[in-house]
């Protein structure tokens, strides 16, 4: 029989999953053997067999080399290679070729990333700064390839949104090998008053997927932390400022607050009892007790200081520590009271009228001032003297009787009248008065009248003409006036009434006349405008 050269396909790579399920997995052809024969001699007379330790995994069916069932390809447990020969003998055992074999192993991504510690539990302190290491945790990837064995963490997506805001998830550079380390590294500040647990889920996962997926890809660690309470809290008060109020000039009376003042210490494990205090200079007029309740202890007077409003800036602070203190703001309303009596705005007023005026008639306005306010604010004007013709309406003097002029006792004037004064409605408190002087001019509103009604004068015989017999006196409590004097017309022709109320001779009178003469004489007013204003006088001579 001729030699038979033994050739074979091209050797190819294996890629082996050790959690493969399917048998064609291990059991595919790797490759199929043929040869070459250079006499007669036939496929029955030729035999073939695997030699070396490696071929134990291997089998020829057909001239087909497969894996051996079962069969143990694990790249990571150091099965990189198979290495062995087949041989080609006829039946008699003489080889005619022999075919050198390496398969080589090449790895996948087929062990998934576990935490060393799934569930982690750590006590943190709230005063923990930012930037501080909290844990680490070792990640193991049995795939020996660098490429196949790195992994990437995050947060899962149902943890608490704050967590990002927290901590921040730092990796290590590790050298070649099957170990990672990721750091949980705090970012923020914690705080036991307000989330005293928290508890999330970081996942680690391969950055190349598995070539099997039912294998799992990634690992999860349940981290919890407890936060443990310090003394980092100052006191909270249970408002960010307080109202109140006070009446003024008040002493020893306690401020009404729309809020009690009040603070707590929020550190639940280090709560601490807290004092109270009052800043600055209105720890002079203020007292704060332990409660809280505020009390004025001097008097303020809201007018004479400008005070509307006081603001008060109050402490809590920690009996075992002194630095641990809050301050607040308290607005408090200075409450009015009737405690200032009205001010007349002119200590006199001269006001003038012309007689006899009219009913209600304004004479002049007067004002006043009052410091408090509101309805303490409100007065009204009084007259002080009595029986005089003037009363008050609102701010206005007026005319309540006719006045005449002629009548006063005072001529012509009321002069220096203590005449108004502003009083407090709410208290009764009483202004300084106010002097009036109100000056009445004169009217021509008087008839003149003669000193007597009846004149007897005694003419001589030996008088002349235009001699002046006697004269008549007019009265007229006016100041001007502008009199005209006649005679009636009785048939009395020797006499004549000069405009100063002179009676002369106009003619003589004969022997033979009369003894006695009977006439009258009248005076007017032409000061009246149309008015006569006139008397008579009954003369005798």
Known sequence: MGTTPLTTGIPRNITRSSNASSPTEIFENLFTLRYEAHDSSSETDIRLSLVGSDSQFFELVKFKLKFREPANVDYENAVDQFVFSILCTDPNGVVFSTLQVRVIIVPTNNYSPVFLNSTLELNVRESTQPEVLLLSMLVTDNDLDDRHNSVQFHFSDDSPDFVNQLFSLQTEDQPTGTNSVVNLVLIGYLDFETQPIITFRIITENLVPQINKEVPNSDVAEITIYIEDSDDQPPQFTQRFYTGYFPEEATN??????????????????????????????????????????????????????????????????????????????????????????????????????????????????????????????????????????????????????????????????????????????????????????????????????????????????????????????????????????????????????????????????????????????????????SRLYCNALMLI
């Not at 200590?347 to 009228?353: H, V």
């Not at 005449?404 to 108004?420: A, C, G, K, Q, V």
């Not at 004269?471 to 006036?481: F, G, N, P």
């Open 253 to 530: 009376v306690q401020v009404t607050m729309t809020e009690p003042i009040s603070a707590t210490d929020p550190d639940a494990m280090f709560s601490s009892a807290l004092t109270y205090a009052i800043l600055g200079q209105m720890s002079d007029l203020f007292q704060i007790d332990p409660d809280g309740t505020l009390t004025v202890i001097r008097s303020i007077d809201r007018e004479n200081n400008d005070l509307n409003e006081v603001v008060i800036d109050v402490t809590a602070t920690q009996v075992v520590n002194y630095y641990q203190k809050t301050e607040v703001p308290i607005f408090l309303t200075v409450i009015d009271i009737d405690d200032n009596p009205p001010i007349m705005t002119s200590s006199s007023y001269d006001f003038t009228i012309l007689e006899p005026g009219l009913i209600n008639q304004i004479i002049g306005t007067i004002s006043a001032t009052d410091r408090d306010q509101g309805v303490n604010g409100e007065f009204e004007f009084r007259i002080i003297d009595e029986d005089l013709p003037f009363s008050i309406s609102g701010n206005s003097l007026i005319i309540s009787e006719v006045i005449d002029r002629e009548s006063l006792l005072t001529p012509y004037i009321f002069r220096n009248m203590r005449l108004l004064q502003a009083v407090a409605l709410a208290s009764q408190l009483k202004s300084n008065p106010s002097t009036v002087t109100v000056s009445v001019l004169d009217s021509n509103d008087n008839s003149p009248t003669f000193s007597k009604k009846n004149y007897e004068f005694v003419l001589k015989e030996n008088s002349s003409v235009q001699s002046v017999i006697g004269q008549v006196v007019v009265i007229d409590a006016d100041l001007e006036s502008n009199f005209h004097f006649w005679i009636l017309e009785t048939g009395v022709t020797y006499f004549s009434i000069l405009q100063n109320g002179e009676i002369q001779l106009d003619e003589l009178i004969a022997e033979l006349a009369p003894q006695e003469y009977y006439f009258a004489v009248c005076v007017e007013d032409e000061n009246v405008g149309n």
